[in-house]
């Protein structure tokens, strides 16, 4: 759920066929100071480079803390938890949303949306925002963050190299198939791998994948009872499947390769498939950006036993942090950076490849965006058809697809990836890290009151 840095490509005003109107100038300049957190992604170094659009429309100054995803969770859990108001906004995804809005943390946005005339409420057009991804940023049936970006996952691979070795990419390849793909065009010799997957640990990094493999494979992290379920059955057969597949087929390193070590490795023509975020679309198939642009393909993401949970759903999300003295103006922030406005801006200034990704409608249906990502129908599909509320071949106590919704996860999908990174290393086995994990896991929850 991190994306990597890139280079961005410079496409005309001319070429942007809608924009919003801009923020309107403040009658009285303000002279508010909204200091955001936010996480290093390109996405969001982007928004940087533009917030002078929104300072100058509204004399609101903007002050940009910018962490590691990691850095930037511990951060911002410490200082909403406490109220101590170091951030007016925070960048957040979809775990933390439902959580910190039931812990009165962070602000419901139907209140100031009501608000907005009737003008406002058009050139914002919340009705044009994936349905999926406002589900994901809700608490109770209210809005809590506004999207700046979405994503699914979904399969990457090298054409050039899958045609020089005779293999053809289906759309909807299984895993059986990946790891078949993978096992004939991994070459170390040449500085070739078959696939690149993340070992890196943490629950959004290996943890993130590695959950929707558990999924399609028929497992699940918790039973009913709220037991772990990771040291038997499905669930151990999809965890067993992923390190395995990277121990033998997948680069070197594994357990310090993310997101964006994966990049690296699959636009440098060194890894034959990755499965990854669909957000890293435009990043790769960007030639100033990657080598291989001409030959990157696209599929969905794989599947195994069911397709239920096998790509996830994921938002980087703006929302207002309940000790804000800023309110008002932290709202107007939100609307502008995920406006149709600033889409617009990116848009002219990156090129239509470059835009925030995965959050209207209006994007997907725009020509200049269907030119430049052809695999936006893959994105639309799988952002879509990905459920959290029903993730799972069988029935369990929790909501999310590639995390589980409860406090005690964050914490969880760390340990139980540390302990599987070292299964990488080889300095335990699967069996023993996944043992450990079930021992682990079992007392964290005993301690967090699910049961006895």
């Given at each position: 759920?991190?994306?990597?840095?890139?280079?961005?490509?410079?496409?005309?005003?001319?070429?942007?066929?809608?924009?919003?109107?801009?923020?309107?100038?403040?009658?009285?300049?303000?002279?508010?100071?909204?200091?955001?957190?936010?996480?290093?992604?390109?996405?969001?170094?982007?928004?940087?480079?533009?917030?002078?659009?929104?300072?100058?429309?509204?004399?609101?100054?903007?002050?940009?803390?910018?962490?590691?995803?990691?850095?930037?969770?511990?951060?911002?859990?410490?200082?909403?938890?406490?109220?101590?108001?170091?951030?007016?906004?925070?960048?957040?995804?979809?775990?933390?949303?439902?959580?910190?809005?039931?812990?009165?943390?962070?602000?419901?946005?139907?209140?100031?949306?009501?608000?907005?005339?009737?003008?406002?409420?058009?050139?914002?057009?919340?009705?044009?925002?994936?349905?999926?991804?406002?589900?994901?940023?809700?608490?109770?049936?209210?809005?809590?963050?506004?999207?700046?970006?979405?994503?699914?996952?979904?399969?990457?691979?090298?054409?050039?190299?899958?045609?020089?070795?005779?293999?053809?990419?289906?759309?909807?390849?299984?895993?059986?198939?990946?790891?078949?793909?993978?096992?004939?065009?991994?070459?170390?010799?040449?500085?070739?791998?078959?696939?690149?997957?993340?070992?890196?640990?943490?629950?959004?990094?290996?943890?993130?994948?590695?959950?929707?493999?558990?999924?399609?494979?028929?497992?699940?992290?918790?039973?009913?009872?709220?037991?772990?379920?990771?040291?038997?059955?499905?669930?151990?057969?999809?965890?067993?499947?992923?390190?395995?597949?990277?121990?033998?087929?997948?680069?070197?390193?594994?357990?310090?390769?993310?997101?964006?070590?994966?990049?690296?490795?699959?636009?440098?023509?060194?890894?034959?498939?990755?499965?990854?975020?669909?957000?890293?679309?435009?990043?790769?198939?960007?030639?100033?950006?990657?080598?291989?642009?001409?030959?990157?393909?696209?599929?969905?993401?794989?599947?195994?036993?069911?397709?239920?949970?096998?790509?996830?759903?994921?938002?980087?999300?703006?929302?207002?942090?309940?000790?804000?003295?800023?309110?008002?103006?932290?709202?107007?922030?939100?609307?502008?950076?995920?406006?149709?406005?600033?889409?617009?801006?990116?848009?002219?200034?990156?090129?239509?490849?470059?835009?925030?990704?995965?959050?209207?409608?209006?994007?997907?249906?725009?020509?200049?965006?269907?030119?430049?990502?052809?695999?936006?129908?893959?994105?639309?599909?799988?952002?879509?058809?990905?459920?959290?509320?029903?993730?799972?071949?069988?029935?369990?106590?929790?909501?999310?697809?590639?995390?589980?919704?409860?406090?005690?996860?964050?914490?969880?999908?760390?340990?139980?990836?540390?302990?599987?990174?070292?299964?990488?290393?080889?300095?335990?086995?699967?069996?023993?890290?996944?043992?450990?994990s079930q021992t682990q896991v079992t007392r964290t929850m005993q301690q967090a009151g699910y049961y006895k």
């Open positions: 759920m991190k994306t990597p840095t890139r280079v961005i490509a410079f496409i005309g005003a001319s070429a942007i066929v809608f924009s919003a109107a801009p923020v309107p100038r403040a009658e009285a300049q303000s002279t508010t100071t909204l200091t955001i957190a936010t996480v290093n992604n390109p996405q969001m170094v982007d928004m940087q480079h533009e917030v002078g659009d929104f300072e100058k429309s509204t004399g609101i100054k903007v002050n940009f803390e910018t962490l590691p995803e990691n850095t930037l969770r511990q951060k911002v859990t410490a200082d909403i938890a406490t109220g101590g108001g170091q951030f007016d906004i925070a960048t957040v995804g979809t775990y933390e949303v439902p959580i910190w809005a039931k812990n009165k943390w962070i602000v419901n946005l139907d209140d100031y949306f009501s608000k907005l005339d009737a003008k406002a409420k058009a050139d914002y057009d919340l009705a044009d925002v994936l349905p999926s991804i406002k589900k994901g940023l809700s608490y109770s049936g209210s809005l809590y963050a506004v999207p700046f970006y979405g994503e699914s996952s979904m399969t990457f691979y090298n054409k050039k190299l899958f045609k020089a070795a005779g293999l053809t990419m289906p759309d909807h390849p299984t895993w059986d198939q990946i790891v078949g793909f993978a096992q004939k065009l991994n070459d170390p010799s040449k500085n070739l791998y078959g696939i690149c997957l993340r070992g890196l640990p943490g629950w959004g990094e290996m943890g993130a994948p590695m959950s929707t493999v558990i999924n399609t494979f028929g497992g699940q992290w918790f039973d009913m009872s709220w037991k772990p379920t990771l040291d038997s059955g499905a669930t151990k057969d999809a965890i067993t499947f992923y390190i395995d597949t990277i121990k033998k087929y997948g680069e070197p390193g594994a357990s310090s390769a993310g997101f964006t070590e994966c990049e690296t490795n699959f636009t440098q023509g060194k890894t034959a498939i990755w499965v990854d975020a669909t957000s890293a679309s435009g990043l790769i198939t960007d030639p100033k950006n990657s080598p291989i642009a001409a030959d990157v393909g696209f599929a969905y993401s794989p599947t195994k036993v069911t397709p239920k949970g096998s790509h996830w759903l994921w938002a980087w999300a703006l929302t207002v942090e309940g000790s804000s003295k800023h309110k008002d103006e932290a709202f107007k922030f939100l609307t502008w950076a995920t406006s149709k406005h600033y889409i617009g801006l990116i848009a002219a200034d990156r090129g239509w490849g470059n835009v925030p990704p995965g959050t209207r409608l209006s994007t997907f249906n725009n020509a200049n965006y269907k030119k430049a990502a052809p695999y936006g129908n893959i994105i639309l599909q799988s952002i879509q058809t990905a459920d959290p509320t029903n993730a799972t071949l069988n029935k369990v106590p929790y909501t999310g697809v590639q995390f589980v919704g409860i406090p005690e996860f964050q914490a969880i999908g760390t340990q139980v990836t540390q302990n599987l990174a070292a299964a990488l290393t080889g300095s335990t086995t699967v069996d023993a890290a996944l043992a450990l």
